[in-house]
């Protein structure tokens, strides 16, 4: 039997069974009740946590690269940041916050690999969890590395960024029901193959949040939104806050924030000012505020956030490879 690694974390500094589905990474997939499985730094992992510790597994095993295997697991968790800590804050400055905090402990942001975040977030478009983590399996599937085989399971690497600026990508990506994105896939991955460093965008974590944001604005498809989701889960812009249907709808029916009505077009002046808010409210680490009340707005956590093992099922789409790209709206994707 294979050993498990473990990693000393109480429960309310990570929970597993929202952050891993809450749709800030779409290719961690519970295999079985209460254990995930995904492919990260090249290699398969499996993790489960108990009430202190992250558990997990390295596939194929290896003996001589477990404690690079665990600051891997910490710096993709983001470990080093005390999360109690920071509820305490949020808690005394804001008292919605204040009221989920106890039913929605352990919600922290991910540090991710920036080129798998910037492709995974193009999917996301005018688009639902279960559907956009089909598309980044396609992704993976058809232009990724094999990486091997678990439990009949094949599993593969992100794909790399030449690998989708190919001439031919727009239209595989389309027959496979990218619809619109396949374009945005392709051309972006054009774009940073023509940048002079391939390093151009993890290069993004060492300049300014405004700098981050408007770099990756100049790519094709990315709006602000997919902008400030890059910035928040992979460039350390921990100040980044997107604004989509349940932020907005947040800020109107919990903040009174708006004047206007939710149901209106959201303009680049209201998107300004909503991120403003919330950090001045917030502070240093707004986005991950941010990421808690958007998972605790999430239709599939509200009934099951005070129980770990809870399992969550997510609709989905009909996917359609005709689909059109969306028009007359602000760009927010």
């Known amino acids: 039997m294979k050993s498990w690694r473990s990693i000393r974390c109480k429960i309310s500094e990570l929970r597993l069974d929202i952050c891993l589905v809450n749709?800030?990474?779409?290719?961690?997939?519970?295999?079985?009740?209460?254990?995930?499985?995904s492919v990260l730094k090249g290699k398969i992992w499996t993790l489960k946590q108990t009430e202190s510790e992250i558990l997990y597994q390295v596939h194929p095993p290896e003996k001589n690269n477990m404690e690079k295997n665990d600051s891997i697991l910490k710096d993709y968790f983001q470990l080093d940041v005390n999360l109690e800590d920071l509820y305490m804050k949020w808690s005394e400055n804001d008292e919605h916050f204040k009221k989920l905090a106890p039913s929605f402990s352990g919600i922290r942001n991910f540090r991710q690999d920036p080129v798998e975040n910037l492709f995974s977030f193009i999917c996301s478009s005018n688009n639902n969890i279960q559907r956009i983590s089909s598309m980044v399996d396609k992704l993976c599937s058809h232009y990724g590395r094999n990486v091997g085989?678990?439990?009949?399971?094949?599993?593969?690497?992100?794909?790399?960024?030449?690998?989708?600026?190919?001439?031919?990508?727009?239209?595989?990506?389309r027959d496979l029901g990218f619809g619109y994105r396949a374009k945005y896939i392709n051309q972006t991955a054009?774009?940073?193959m023509a940048k002079e460093s391939p390093d151009w965008l993890i290069s993004l974590r060492g300049v300014s949040y405004e700098e981050a944001h408007q770099?990756?604005?100049s790519l094709c498809g990315v709006g602000a939104k997919v902008a400030d989701c890059v910035c928040m889960m992979s460039l350390d812009k921990h100040e980044a806050i997107p604004i989509d249907t349940h932020v907005w709808q947040i800020a109107n029916r919990d903040?009174?924030?708006?004047?206007?009505?939710?149901t209106k077009t959201l303009t680049d002046k209201t998107y300004r000012e909503i991120g403003d808010f919330f950090r001045s409210l917030w502070g240093e680490y707004a986005s991950w505020a941010q990421s808690v009340l958007f998972s605790a707005d999430l239709k599939k956590f509200n009934k099951e956030a005070k129980s770990p093992s809870s399992k969550k099922?997510?609709?989905?789409?009909?996917?359609?490879?005709?689909?059109?790209s969306p028009e007359k709206r602000t760009k927010l994707s």
Not at 28 to 33: G, L, S, T
Not at 155 to 163: A, H, W
Not at 255 to 262: E, G, R, V
Not at 313 to 324: I, V
């Open 215 to 217: 770099a990756l604005m």
């Open 313 to 324: 099922r997510t609709k989905g789409k009909t996917t359609d490879k005709n689909e059109k």
């Open 149 to 173: 085989i678990l439990d009949d399971v094949e599993y593969f690497s992100f794909p790399t960024v030449m690998s989708l600026s190919g001439n031919e990508v727009e239209q595989k990506l």
């Open 23 to 37: 749709g800030q990474s779409f290719r961690w997939k519970q295999h079985i009740e209460g254990e995930w499985r």
């Open 255 to 262: 903040y009174k924030l708006l004047k206007s009505s939710p």
């Open 190 to 192: 054009k774009q940073i």
